[in-house]
């Protein structure tokens, strides 16, 4: 019976695989404030398995964009796709030194293979005005990069579809109550408020799903015994991670025999997929973000965003679906 189970999920997982069209990939944009948590690089190695997307470019945000921009730039040549540009985004703060800052510190960024934009707001529009409403964003850190985009381009983001990883609906972190200011959104309220209000189509990940989408022990062995680049690599720099946190609330999450850290980003990565339905359930709420960083729901001024509430069937159901899917995906790539 266990073998026929595991034989339903890898096919369901395989079937999420595979493209949704013979349509030509739709280009997609990455924002990401890669460097201070692991989460990024799950998300960012995911959605690079989506063959329905092309990744045109991919832009650090938030504190250091430079030293994000090194980080990043290591890990898309470990794994193989240093193809794709890196764009700096707008510094805010260099003096905030973040867990990944020094994994990616001995990365010579002129050397990287597709290129770096100093000023990655630029090169945002460049692809915004190129491809029109056809790009995608899968925003995945603070939307700090956007008040700049729009103001020296405005309407850019006309008919634009934002995958945004934030928000707090109805549960806070690790599965709690009630909601919070989580820190996406809270590290500049009125940024988010902006991009929402922007005219663009918004779709959320939020706390309330992606707060338990932890590997637990198997997959983390599973992930960590794998031979791929995509597998080693994000490997690698979680046990770096683990190993230069630089407080103590989140290393009992590092216990690989019990579990990974919590991949955020991964899930709105997961969104990104057009079978992704079958893990996640959708719900379309009005949303507002008040200027404390709180996702409120039928708030003044609210918009339309298509909300990945709850985990289809359950815990016990969605979330081992991903978890399953996220570990195939990074474990069946390119061996090294």
């Given amino acids: 019976m266990q073998l026929i189970a595991l034989a339903l999920l890898v096919g369901f997982v395989l079937g999420l695989r595979v493209a949704s069209s013979a349509t030509a990939p739709i280009p997609l944009i990455i924002d990401t404030d890669v460097g201070s948590f692991y989460d990024d690089f ?131 972190y690790y599965n709690s109550t009630p909601a919070v200011a989580e820190y996406n959104i809270a590290t500049c309220p009125l940024c988010a408020r902006q991009l929402l209000t922007a005219g663009v189509s918004i779709s959320m990940a939020p706390l309330d799903t992606t707060g338990v989408s932890s590997l637990t022990a198997n997959y983390t062995r ?49 969104m990104t997929f057009a079978s992704a339905a079958a893990c996640l359930e959708y719900r379309d709420l009005s949303i507002a973000i008040d200027d404390r960083g709180y996702t409120l729901v039928d708030g003044a001024g609210g918009v339309p965003v298509t909300v990945a509430l709850y985990w289809a069937g359950g815990d016990a159901v969605g979330l081992e679906k991903y978890r399953a899917f996220f570990t195939l995906m990074l474990s069946s790539s390119i061996p090294l």
Wanted: aromatic share 8%; hydrophobic share 40%; glycine share 8%.
């Fill in 42 to 172: 799950a998300a960012i190695a995911l959605v690079l398995k989506n063959d329905d997307l092309d990744v045109k470019l991919v832009v650090t945000c938030t504190d250091d964009t430079t030293a994000r921009a090194k980080v990043l730039a290591k890990f898309l040549t470990l794994i193989r796709r240093s193809d794709i540009p890196i764009g700096i985004g707008v510094r805010n703060d260099n003096s905030t030194q973040h867990a990944l800052f020094g994994w990616g510190a001995d990365f010579e960024l002129d050397k990287y293979g597709g290129g770096v934009y100093q000023d990655g707001v630029a090169a945002m529009a460049t692809i915004l005005e190129q491809y029109k409403s056809e790009v995608e964003i899968l925003a995945i850190g603070p939307t700090t990069n956007f008040p700049s985009l729009m103001s020296r381009y405005p309407g850019v983001l006309n008919g634009t579809r934002v995958v945004l990883s934030g928000g707090s609906i109805y549960k806070g």
């Fill in 222 to 270: 599973q992930l960590l015994a794998s031979v791929t680049a995509d597998a080693l690599t994000v490997g690698n720099s979680l046990v770096y991670y683990c190993s230069n946190l630089p407080y103590d609330g989140e290393v009992p999450q590092c216990e690989f025999n019990v579990s990974t850290p919590v991949l955020y980003d991964a899930v709105a990565a997961l």
